[in-house]
């Protein structure tokens, strides 16, 4: 794996992205922003899930002045989201939000977005930089609010990412030309608390995106797949086109973004950054798909063990198996597991046999084998 772009740090409240820390999950509200109670219990469940920053729509000036009354009521550092309007984005920051997100494609009269800037520094206030496919601005109006129909933007007509022959416009020099626009007029204001995003439902053409402009600028980026879909399907296009880039050492924060609970978007988050080795929160498990040789239903049993152990915040490998014979060797790495046989099951501590229990009672023994197991990492 490639070693971390180094990038310039931004604070979200306590939370630093990017000047090496550690890459944060957040996730979106998903009530409406005027309805504080909901979207404060909302937010609530996210903090126990694990939700590190979390970011609500602001679409009308009702939600802008509910944003000050929820920050007073969470714990975890707040973005007001922005399209349109830039007065909702000064409302937002008047009202103490941890961050704004602008959306370039939607917000490019220069004199209003200077307004935000100038009312970002006056309460030092990060601007993440939110490039989307969906939302671009035309061909030709970067930066400009006259004389453009989004109707004939032309924007969909562009190649995207592997398509585009040698010298052609794509759609992610687009996407690049308009992350570049924002970035030096924000430059240009003495402004450099940034962070970036460029997000695209094509995996393609959101990783050479991004790829493209970690070389150009020093600033954290906030990964994501926009758009990608329910839960499973989701999941996997996020973890393929976020592995990709985390892979290769790029990205300070992300975000799952699924058609779901939230909850299920934080730890989708997770377990992408797990698989890495770029986080370790909470428990792992590894769990085997079962065969014919199981004798016991060993998917019930790991998806059993799985909901246990999602109330654990235990920073250790699980492991379940189906095979008395080959469980062990297969997870010798797992601070403590179990193969089950017929009638019987084996709990091993990485790889060594410990206890052999009743198939009735292997559950319970896992888990109570579990609890006496301590934390090997630090998260």
């Known amino acids: ?205 959101t990783v050479e995106a991004y790829r493209r402009l970690a070389e150009m600028v020093p600033y954290p980026m906030h990964l994501g797949i926009t758009e990608a879909g329910t839960v499973q399907s989701g999941s996997i296009r996020t973890a393929v086109g976020l592995g990709v880039l985390l892979y290769e050492g790029i990205g300070d924060t992300i975000r799952v973004s699924l058609s779901g609970d939230s909850t299920e978007e934080v730890a989708a988050g997770y377990e992408i950054l797990k698989s890495l080795n770029l986080r370790s929160k909470g428990t792992t498990l590894v769990a085997c798909p079962s065969c014919g040789r199981a004798d016991v239903d060993v998917v019930k049993l790991a998806n059993d063990v799985d909901q246990l152990l999602k109330k654990s915040d235990k920073k250790i490998k699980v492991a379940v198996m189906g095979c008395e014979v080959n469980g062990p060797g297969e997870a010798k790495d797992a601070d403590v597991g179990i193969a089950a046989g017929a009638g019987r099951a084996v709990i091993f501590r990485k790889g060594v046999k410990v206890r052999v229990v009743a198939e009735a009672d292997m559950l319970t023994a896992l888990m109570e084998e579990v609890e006496n197991t301590p934390s090997t990492v630090s998260d």
């Open 1 to 205: 794996m490639s070693k971390r772009r180094v990038t310039k740090p931004v604070y979200l409240g306590g939370v630093k992205v990017g000047g090496g820390a550690d890459i944060t999950v957040q996730s979106m509200t998903k009530t409406d922003t005027r309805d504080v109670a909901a979207t404060v219990r909302q937010i609530h469940e996210l903090e126990e899930a694990g939700c590190e920053i979390i970011r609500s729509a602001v679409p009308d000036m009702v939600a802008a002045k509910a944003m000050r009354e929820i920050k007073k009521k969470i714990h975890i550092p707040l973005i007001a989201d922005i399209h349109f309007h830039y007065q909702l984005a000064l409302e937002c920051a008047e009202g103490g939000v941890d961050c704004l997100r602008l959306n370039p494609g939607n917000l490019r009269n220069e004199d209003q977005v200077r307004q935000v800037v100038a009312k970002a520094k006056e309460r030092n206030i990060p601007i993440r930089i939110g490039v989307n496919f969906g939302s671009l601005p035309p061909v030709g109006g970067i930066g400009r609010t006259r004389g453009f129909s989004r109707h004939l933007d032309l924007v969909n007509r562009l190649p995207k990412a592997g398509e585009a022959q040698e010298g052609q416009y794509s759609i992610v020099d687009h996407m690049l030309a308009t992350a570049l626009w924002e970035i030096s007029f924000l430059e240009q204001l003495d402004f450099d608390q940034i962070k970036i995003s460029m997000k695209a439902f094509d995996v393609p053409t």
